[in-house]
């Protein structure tokens, strides 16, 4: 099978974000990805959720991307700011900004994350 050509794939859009937690608390990868996927579940559904087709790139020192499709980056900003809680800490998720590339995304509102290696990369929706 074929890959498909570029003007036939669907365009994303990168969001970096902050993770704010009360006191000194970390919150871990899989504890976020846990809770994005509950968040978009309850506020917009299988379908919305799926839609969207959120991922979560990179997640380290309580920075991060998350990508999601173009025409639902408002969907996915309002499922980001929806989640209050993580493991029972208070958490608040701050986009830092959104851009067409994850490198532009890293350049521009992130520095010291590693989003270029794929072994970290994580499918929300799986």
């Not at 993770?19 to 996927?37: K, P, T, V, W, Y």
């Not at 959104?98 to 990369?121: F, I």
Request: hydrophobic share 40%.
């Amino acid at each position: 099978m074929k890959i498909l050509p570029p003007t036939m794939r669907e365009n994303k859009r990168y969001l970096a974000f902050e993770l704010i937690a009360e006191g000194d608390s970390m919150i871990s990868r899989d504890e976020l990805i846990r809770e994005i996927f509950s968040a978009s579940g309850s506020l917009l559904g299988d379908l919305g959720s799926s839609e969207c087709n959120i991922w979560l790139f990179a997640f380290d020192d309580n920075k991060g991307v998350i990508s999601c499709e173009r025409d639902h980056v408002s969907q996915t900003r309002a499922v980001m700011a929806t989640i209050t809680n993580v493991k029972g800490k208070r958490v608040l998720l701050h986009v830092l900004g959104v851009s067409g590339t994850v490198l532009g995304a890293t350049k521009k509102y992130l520095e010291g994350v590693d989003v270029l290696n794929p072994e970290e990369q994580s499918h929300i929706n799986e």
